[in-house]
């Protein structure tokens, strides 16, 4: 994770249209992760992480910011909903186990990482054992030419398999018991390691008569794991994925505001929102948190905050959660330009979504720029005259204009549709004259 700012605000700016505070802010903080890295030890654990709190009405971008750097980092990040967490003593998910899925992800990547670095090992493991079974095993008492023989029927028998003319020959191998993962997240430590001992006990029991006659081709798969099993050092990764956690671990906490309780509704105040807060409290400032893979120190873990903040405010928060906040970034709500951009210089923008899908029936559906200025101008119009629910109203928008098109697209086969700007206005105008229409169709 080298990316310096700019590369960062660069690769968001492919997906998300303005929210440039936004981006920067995140991007800058993510950097200095990399330097602080950097340094020598000491300096190291005195510079703490400087956690974000993004407001921003809904549909401007805050979760697409955030699926967009789980895609691109090589970092463990998650990105959880603050609402799904319940205090603790209560039934569900409690907040720690956020920790233990961010632990999972580093696992995840740095197992993918050791098993591309011993890939060519993990072929030679299989192919060995391939050759082995297919050859028939030599004598104890082999003489030394026999045994010459032998390793150059071998080497034929490799190029053999390699070049895939042996696929369809069937050979017997070791079916992998079926061990039970428990990755529950959920789970106290404790009780992870009892259900483990258990499934290595049943593991061990039906041990013995796993054995299955598959072709060659599918064994090249299936010995992979085995051979995984058998070369990854799953000691060394749990300690290298352990560090990775707490050094570079990012936890993105979506729909913070869902657990601020407004102090609009006083007297009904929700105890279990402000358990789940409180809860929140260590984790985000450091403190232990028990995995089955060790003992995992947060301090170091970067939290990104983000809600929409309509029916609670920031200050709604408690006092020392809110203080863990410290960066601030406001995202603007979405002009008519933006929702233009939205749907022009996005990648995977909606407009070449629905194109994508109508080519498989064949039809091209092209639209001019005019019409998509119109689609823009009315989902503006209906974010004002309604609620404002941000790009999401281009969906609806869409949604109604293509509807027809869409539903009698195989009668269309072959031809090219240009949507033009009369047809966007004769299709949604009356649809926006009309408020109770806007209400309950866009
Ligand atoms: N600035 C933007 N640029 C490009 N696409 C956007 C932008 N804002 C929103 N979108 C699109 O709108 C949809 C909703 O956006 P997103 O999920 O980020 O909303 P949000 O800010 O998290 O809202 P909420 O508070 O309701 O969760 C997504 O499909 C996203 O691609
Ligand atoms: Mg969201």
Same mark, same amino acid.
């Given at each position: 994770m080298n990316m310096t700012p700019r590369a960062i605000v660069e690769y968001l700016d492919e997906y998300v249209i303005g929210q440039n505070s936004a981006k920067k802010t995140i991007a800058l903080a993510l950097r200095t992760r990399y330097r602080r890295m950097q340094l020598e030890k000491v300096l190291q654990d005195e510079i703490m992480p400087k956690n974000i709190l993004m407001?921003?009405?809904?549909?401007?971008?805050?979760?697409?910011?955030?699926?967009?750097?789980?895609?691109?980092?090589?970092?463990?990040?998650?990105?959880?909903?603050?609402?799904?967490?319940?205090?603790?003593?209560?039934?569900?998910?409690?907040?720690?186990?956020?920790?233990?899925? @961010?632990?999972?992800?580093?696992?995840?990547?740095?197992?993918?990482?050791? /098993?591309?670095?011993?890939?060519?090992?993990?072929?030679?493991?299989? @192919?060995?054992?391939?050759?082995? /079974?297919?050859?028939?095993?030599?004598? /104890? @008492?082999?003489?030394?030419?026999?045994k010459a023989d032998y390793e150059t029927s071998k080497i034929r028998m490799r190029n053999r398999v390699l070049d895939g003319e042996m696929d369809e020959y069937l050979i017997e191998v070791n079916i992998p018991s079926a061990s039970i993962e428990f990755n529950d997240t959920n789970m106290m430590p404790e009780m992870a390691n009892v259900q483990e001992s258990f499934s290595q006990i049943f593991a061990s029991l039906n041990k013995n008569d796993r054995k299955k006659e598959i072709k060659v081709k599918e064994a090249k798969e299936m010995l992979l794991t085995e051979a995984s099993e058998k070369l990854l050092d799953m000691e060394a990764i749990k300690k290298e994925a352990l560090i990775r956690t707490e050094q570079g671990g990012i936890?993105?906490?979506?729909?913070?505001d869902k657990i601020a309780v407004s102090s609009k509704s006083e007297g009904r105040n929700d105890p279990s929102k402000e358990g789940v807060q409180r809860d929140l409290l260590p984790i985000v400032e450091g403190s232990a948190v028990n995995t089955k893979y060790g003992t995992i120190n947060t301090d170091h873990i970067l939290f990104i905050a983000a809600g929409a903040f309509h029916l609670s405010k920031p200050s709604d928060l408690i006092p020392e959660l809110q203080g863990r906040f410290p960066l601030r970034v406001e995202l603007e709500s979405l002009d008519e330009e933006a929702l233009y951009k939205i749907l022009t210089q996005t990648k995977n923008s909606l407009l070449r979504q629905y194109h994508a899908l109508l080519e498989v029936e064949g039809l091209q559906l092209e639209f001019e720029d005019e019409a998509i200025r119109a689609i823009a101008s009315l989902a503006h119009i209906a974010n004002e005259k309604s609620e404002d629910i941000g790009a999401r109203r281009l969906h609806t928008v869409l949604e109604k204009l293509l509807e027809d098109i869409s539903f009698d697209a195989d009668l269309k086969s072959g031809e090219t549709l240009t949507i033009s700007s009369e047809f966007v206005h004769e299709k949604l105008d009356i649809v926006i004259e009309d408020d109770d229409l806007t209400r309950y169709i866009l």
């Open positions: 407001i921003g009405s809904t549909g401007v971008g805050k979760t697409e910011i955030s699926r967009r750097l789980a895609k691109m980092m090589r970092v463990p990040f998650i990105k959880v909903e603050a609402s799904k967490y319940t205090e603790v003593g209560f039934v569900g998910r409690d907040v720690e186990s956020m920790i233990r899925d @961010l632990m999972m992800t580093a696992l995840n990547i740095v197992k993918e990482e050791f /098993k591309e670095s011993s890939k060519e090992a993990m072929y030679e493991y299989v @192919l060995d054992k391939i050759v082995e /079974k297919l050859l028939p095993p030599l004598p /104890k @008492l082999a003489t030394d030419s026999k936890i993105f906490l979506d729909e913070i």
